[in-house]
Antibody
Framework: EVQLVESGGGLVQPGRSMKLSCAAS????????MAWVRQAPTKGLEWVATISYDGSSTYYRDSVKGRFTISRDNAKSTLYLQMNSLRSEDTATYYC???????????WGQGVMVTVSS | DTVLTQSPALAVSPGERVSISCRASEGVNSYMHWYQQKPGQQPKLLIYKASNLASGVPARFSGSGSGTDFTLTIDPVEADDTATYFCQQSWNDPNTFGAGTKLELK
């Protein structure tokens, strides 16, 4: 059974940093691209970043470029999202997702809440 | 960015057929995908690439369309289908989601 378990969320002040982790199991992690998708409270879904199966390629939405870094450790089957210079508009539930071909999201974690507030 | 337009809400009775539409502001080929999100839960993939049923999803769900107009159909609707349904396109960069259609059962 595919499982994606996020951790690392919480309350953080504007301008500070936070790192999210996603532990994957139930599939060969190193064979799949992975992504982060977020959802602001009572809002819709928004793609944040994607990383290729081997970590050689990364992609970001414009609003997080230069502030967020997606990475992975295939030996540990873990995905990461380093978030710097956080803004109030980054407040959301962040979902770890698996990306098969064609850039859709076939499995989702339960999500981790990030609140950016002073 | 490609804007995906969905009707905000629908109400149907159990046993009926419902069609949920998604219109793209520009062509997305067949790279349209559908997700179901129940309150307090993560989204779940239902349909990928317009018409392909995701693993474990009941055959009551189907998808159709290409280019700019897409439809998710549930037939027959069951009480457990109460949820918000999102479309997502991955043909144009960045990939984008619709605002969601909230399906309520009468």
């Amino acid at each position: 059974e595919v499982q994606l378990v996020e951790s690392g969320g919480g309350l953080v002040q504007p301008g500070r940093s936070m790192k999210l982790s996603c532990a994957a199991s139930g599939f060969t992690f190193s064979n799949y691209g992975m992504a982060w998708v977020r959802q602001a409270p009572t809002k819709g879904l928004e793609w944040v970043a994607t990383i290729s199966y081997d970590g050689s390629s990364t992609y970001y939405r414009d609003s997080v470029k230069g502030r967020f870094t997606i990475s992975r450790d295939n030996a540990k089957s873990t995905l990461y999202l380093q978030m710097n210079s956080l803004r109030s508009e980054d407040t959301a539930t962040y979902y770890c997702t698996r990306v098969p071909g064609s850039l859709y999201f076939d499995y989702w974690g339960q999500g981790v809440m990030v609140t950016v507030s002073s | 960015d490609t804007v995906l337009t969905q009707s905000p809400a629908l109400a149907v009775s159990p046993g009926e057929r419902v069609s949920i539409s998604c219109r793209a502001s520009e062509g997305v080929n067949s790279y349209m995908h559908w997700y179901q999100q129940k309150p307090g839960q993560q989204p779940k993939l239902l349909i990928y690439k317009a018409s392909n049923l995701a693993s474990g999803v009941p055959a009551r769900f189907s998808g159709s369309g290409s280019g700019t107009d897409f439809t998710l159909t549930i037939d027959p609707v069951e009480a457990d289908d109460t949820a918000t349904y999102f479309c997502q396109q991955s043909w144009n960069d960045p990939n984008t989601f619709g605002a969601g259609t909230k399906l309520e059962l009468k």
